[in-house]
């Protein structure tokens, strides 16, 4: 699904942050990466999803047989590529629903797809919502305005959900997520995972692994992968730190 080769990236005008990332990601797998503040991992998923302050110098980044590395972040979109917000913007008048909407037939048009049938878009909204215990008068609520910590992630997750993406990139920051935040994450990631598609999970907490089982986990330290592991490898960190991996 993903295959990133050698990926190098700098800031525009400044200094190189990736310095040549593997990954390779299949259908149906969870990747956890985790690593020290300031090591690229947010780095790494923006370039991903084609953010354009950052300048790929080299490396590929495959996604579905083909080299996206010149697609626009709407075209990695499309592709299905989603990367969870971090800090959502807010858009008074425009509900949770209506702007899910607006996304959801933006991505088909892009295919080539009409509008869905607002009928099966509603019956998609509920079962979605539902399977999140998100009540109504969220659905109804201004984006963002005045959510919690844990509403935004909700309605995060509500959003990939909906979309449903091939690859699903999280980027949990280091910035308080409580446990009941942590909890949705986990239980949307869970809902949301299948044979088909693939989960990025980038956390500072080894607590969120307890909730969501990865198939690898990666350390990246100063923009480079530099040990892959399973399950284990993050209750080594948890207990050890990143200290005796960096010398
Ligand atoms: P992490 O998510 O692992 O904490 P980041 O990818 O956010 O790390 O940052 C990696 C390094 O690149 C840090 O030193 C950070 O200050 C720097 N950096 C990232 N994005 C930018 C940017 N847009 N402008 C300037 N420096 C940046
Ligand atoms: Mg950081
Ligand atoms: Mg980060």
Redesign the pocket.
């Known amino acids: 699904m993903l295959n990133i080769k050698n990926l190098h990236a700098k800031?525009?005008d400044?200094?190189e942050?990736l310095k040549g990332i593997n990954l390779e990601i299949k259908p149906g797998e969870v990747h956890a990466i985790m690593?020290?503040?300031?090591?690229?991992?947010?780095?790494?998923?923006?370039v991903i999803a084609g953010k354009e302050?950052?300048e790929v110098t080299d490396g590929e980044i495959i996604f579905g047989g083909e080299n996206i590395i010149e697609d626009a972040p709407e075209d990695r979109a499309h592709k299905g590529i989603f990367l969870s917000f971090q800090y959502p913007v807010e858009i008074p008048g425009v509900s949770v629903t209506n702007f899910i909407k607006a996304a959801m037939n933006e991505n088909r048009k892009a295919k080539g797809l009409s509008e869905m049938p607002a009928k099966e878009m509603l019956a998609l909204i509920r079962e979605k919502s539902e399977q999140l215990g998100i009540k109504k008068d969220f659905l109804s609520r201004s984006l963002n305005e005045g959510f919690s910590g844990g509403e935004k992630k909700r309605n995060e997750i509500f959003q990939m959900m909906m979309l449903d993406p091939k690859l699903a990139i999280l980027?949990e920051?280091?910035s308080g997520l409580d446990i009941d935040a942590l909890r949705i994450v986990a239980d949307g990631v869970n809902a949301f995972k299948n044979e088909g598609n693939a989960v990025l999970l980038?956390t500072h907490y080894q607590r969120l692994l307890n909730y969501i089982q990865p198939d690898f986990v990666h350390v990246?330290a100063n923009?480079k992968i530099i040990k892959t592991g399973d399950k284990s490898l993050a209750l080594e960190l948890e207990e050890k730190g990143y200290d005796w991996l960096l010398n």
Do not use: F, M, V
């Open positions: 800031i525009e400044g200094a942050i690593g020290p503040n300031g090591a690229g991992k947010s780095t790494l998923s923006s302050d950052y980027d920051t280091d980038i990246l923009g």
